[in-house]
């Protein structure tokens, strides 16, 4: 699976938009991208994925650049409850048989 | 409907002790997996069961881990003996076979401490 690179940290208003940035510029043609986010003691949890067109559901919405070498997450309107490390993955193929392998993702700070 | 659901949460063994960590995977879901996180890390792949079949086992280290999924349904991981090292978050994850977005749904991950 292509490697991904994330910002170390990143920190949000309450309220405001979160933009989460995601380079993944080896990303191969049958690659979907994925997010998944943990919050502190608690296991990682799905959020979005895509291919190459950007999609959108009821936690956040994934904007794919047209040469598919970078993504960015968007939390429309992030609250405390949205601070947690993010994680963009890219794996081959959409079953349960691909792997997921994790980097060291983002930590988004919500502050009030 | 139930998540995953792991036990126990916690645990602090002395290093060259056995250890042992259950996992319950969402009902109908078929794969299993078994993570392992360190701190500050994402998580690992260590183990991932298809049914009872364990097909993908090379991240395990086997001298010392082993894992099982009698029936299909429910897993356990075990070290034996643990070492300081293995100080670390063990998660498990399940998903549904054929699923659109294939996603892993993962349990809450048992904290092992190997003084």
């Known amino acids: 699976d292509a490697k991904t690179t994330q910002p170390p940290s990143m920190d949000c208003a309450e309220g405001r938009a979160a933009n989460l940035p995601c380079n993944h510029s080896?990303?191969?043609?049958?690659?979907?991208v994925y997010w998944y986010r943990q919050i502190h003691s608690q296991g990682p949890q799905y959020i979005i994925h895509g291919l190459k067109n950007n999609e959108t559901n009821e936690m956040a919405s994934l904007i794919i650049t047209e040469d598919r070498k970078s993504s960015t997450l968007i939390l429309p309107h992030a609250t405390l409850r949205d601070t947690a490390v993010y994680y963009c993955?890219?794996?081959?193929?959409?079953?349960?048989?691909?792997?997921?392998?994790f980097g060291k993702g983002t930590m988004l700070l919500v502050s009030p | 409907e139930a998540g995953v659901v792991q036990s126990p949460r916690y645990k602090i063994i002395e290093k060259k002790q056995p250890v042992a960590f259950w996992c319950n995977p969402i009902?109908?879901?078929?794969?299993l997996y078994w993570y392992l996180q360190n701190l500050g890390q994402g998580p690992e792949l260590l183990i991932r069961y298809e049914n009872e079949e364990a097909v993908d086992d090379s991240q395990l280290p086997k001298d010392r881990f082993s894992a099982e999924r009698l029936k299909g349904v429910d897993s356990t991981l075990k070290i034996q003996p643990a070492e300081l090292g293995d100080s670390a978050v063990y998660l498990c994850a399940s998903s549904l076979d054929g699923a659109v977005g294939g996603e892993q749904y993962f349990g809450p991950g048992t904290r092992l401490t190997v003084t």
């Open positions: 080896t990303i191969s043609g049958n690659e979907y």
């Open positions: 993955i890219v794996r081959v193929g959409h079953s349960g048989y691909s792997t997921l392998t």
């Open positions: 009902s109908g879901h078929n794969t």
